[in-house]
């Protein structure tokens, strides 16, 4: 059984960066492609960003890219999620997934995914 813990959220003044991470255990790791999706009061579950088992593809939300980077890190089980320029509207419960068979067609697809941390809560404040 895979296990995802995710950490490093908190409160940010607008403007600011923070940085996630997402430790994984269990069978499904290195082989896994990881992704990050996050999930704002009142509003459903959205993706933000993924990364291929390898690392040598990484796909974005189109509103997120040039701020959000995803990575990971092979050696540690760990994938990453930078986050800079912050706003308000970033707010939201930021989880990672795993899946094992990955298709980019699929990619934003939240049913796709096969395990799931409990989340890391980030809040930006105007």
């Known amino acids: 059984q895979a296990q995802l813990v995710e950490s490093g959220g908190g409160l940010v003044q607008a403007g600011g960066s923070l940085r996630l991470s997402c430790a994984a255990s269990g069978r499904i790791v290195s082989g896994s492609a990881m992704a990050w999706f996050r999930q704002a009061p009142g509003k459903e579950r959205e993706f933000v960003a993924a990364i291929t088992s390898s690392g040598g593809s990484t796909y974005y939300a189109d509103s997120l890219k040039g701020r959000f980077t995803i990575s990971r890190d092979s050696a540690k089980n760990a994938v990453y999620l930078q986050m800079n320029s912050l706003k308000p509207e970033d707010t939201a419960v930021y989880s990672c997934?795993?899946?094992?068979?990955?298709?980019?067609?699929?990619?934003?697809?939240?049913?796709?995914?096969?395990?799931w941390g409990q989340g890391t809560q980030v809040t930006v404040s105007s």
């Open positions: 997934a795993s899946r094992i068979f990955f298709n980019s067609v699929t990619v934003m697809d939240v049913g796709r995914y096969d395990y």
